[in-house]
Antibody, heavy 126, light 108 residues
Framework: QLQLQESGPGLVKPSETLSLTCSVS??????????WGWIRQPPGKGLEWIGN???????YCNPSLKSRATMSVDTSKNQFSLRLSSVTAADTAVYYC??????????????????WGQGILVTVSS | SSELTQDPAVSVALGQTVRITCQGD??????ASWYRQKPGQAPVLVIY???NRPSGIPHRFSGSTSGDTASLTITGAQAEDEADYYC???????????FGGGTKLTVL
């Protein structure tokens, strides 16, 4: 059974770079028609998509992050990573990683995140 | 602001049927998936596409789409269904994903 686990510092100073890693176990990160996503949730608020990274290295990020987010995949370690630069208090959130599948049916085509990691709280504070 | 609109809160009596909706222009082109999130836990996929349930999700959960609105229906709601529910789809460009604002479901 595929499992994902986020890791990284729980406290980051304003203006610095947040770095998180998602470790994948139970399957190879480069197998199958999967891609990988990052999602965050500020305390008491809803979910916000950060970005997706495909095994080809292609990435798509939420335009609202204004190019502060970069993602990468390390197939040798079965991990993928997120870096978010110039953080502010508004970036304080629980950060989740998830596997994404593409699908297509009578309702159109889309993506589904399954499974998710347990999440990691990152606080931006001096 | 989210391109997918959900009612902030919905309530249902135990054992009754409830529909949670998600409205957005992009749903005319792209499919929706639904996630349940209980307090302190990570979201869990419950429905994707026209009406697909991952293994382990009870049959009382179903999905549908009509025009610009996707719906999640729980037939015979149980106490354990009390949670926040989020829809997700793509934005109008098709390159980016977007979540709805979430619906807090209370089972009375």
């Amino acid at each position: 059974q595929l499992q994902l686990q986020e890791s990284g510092p729980g406290l980051v100073k304003p203006s610095e770079t947040l770095s998180l890693t998602c470790s994948v176990s139970g399957d190879s990160i480069s197998s199958g028609a999967y891609y990988w996503g990052w999602i965050r949730q500020p305390p008491g608020k809803g979910l916000e998509w950060i970005g997706n990274i495909y095994n080809s290295g292609t990435t798509y990020c939420n335009p609202s992050l204004k190019s502060r987010a970069t993602m990468s995949v390390d197939t040798s370690k079965n991990q993928f990573s997120l870096r978010l630069s110039s953080v502010t208090a508004a970036d304080t959130a629980v950060y989740y990683c998830a596997r994404s599948f593409f699908y297509s049916d009578s309702s159109g085509y889309g993506d589904r995140f399954d499974p998710w990691g347990q999440g990691i709280l990152v606080t931006v504070s001096s | 602001s989210s391109e997918l609109t959900q009612d902030p809160a919905v309530s249902v009596a135990l054992g009754q049927t409830v529909r949670i909706t998600c409205q957005g222009d992009s749903l005319r082109s792209y499919s929706a998936s639904w996630y349940r999130q209980k307090p302190g836990q990570a979201p869990v996929l419950v429905i994707y596409g026209s009406n697909n349930r991952p293994s382990g999700i009870p049959h009382r959960f179903s999905g549908s789409t009509s025009g610009d609105t996707a719906s999640l229906t729980i037939t015979g709601a149980q106490a354990e269904d009390e949670a926040d529910y989020y829809c997700k789809s793509r934005d109008s460009s098709g390159n980016h994903l977007v979540f709805g604002g979430g619906t807090k479901l209370t089972v009375l």
